[in-house]
């Protein structure tokens, strides 16, 4: 049973930075792809980063310029760097593991991220 566990949720005013770790099994870490999604209240569920083993990164258009997604293959650990937070961030975070191509895929339990105006 492969378990993602992520950490690093919490409550941020308007304008404030968190950090959000998801550790990944050390034996699987270099073939993986990783990525991070979040699901607001009565929202579905939206992919906020995504990076690759080639080192390559993409970002939903509303947080361009405001978040990082990063992955430190010594540490087996993926994150999300979150800046300048705004209220419609508010979100339950998911870190995703996944191989390109194939239909293995491996989440994390989610962490709570509020904002406040």
């Known amino acids: 049973q492969v378990q993602l566990v992520e950490s690093g949720g919490g409550l941020v005013q308007t304008g404030g930075s968190l950090r959000l770790s998801c550790l990944v099994p050390?034996?699987?870490?270099?073939?993986?792809?990783t990525a991070w999604y979040r699901q607001g209240s009565g929202k579905s569920r939206e992919l906020v980063a995504a990076?690759?083993?080639?080192?390559?990164?993409n970002y939903t258009d509303s947080v361009k310029g405001r978040f990082t997604i990063s992955r430190d293959n010594d540490q087996h650990t993926m994150y999300l760097q979150m800046n300048n937070m705004r209220p419609e961030d508010t979100a339950v975070y998911y870190c995703?593991?996944?191989?390109?191509?194939?239909?293995?895929?491996?989440w994390g339990q989610g962490t709570q991220v509020t904002v406040s105006s």
């Open positions: 990076a690759y083993k080639d080192g390559s990164t």
């Open positions: 995703r593991a996944f191989f390109p191509g194939m239909k293995t895929e491996y």
């Open positions: 050390r034996g699987i870490f270099r073939y993986i792809a």
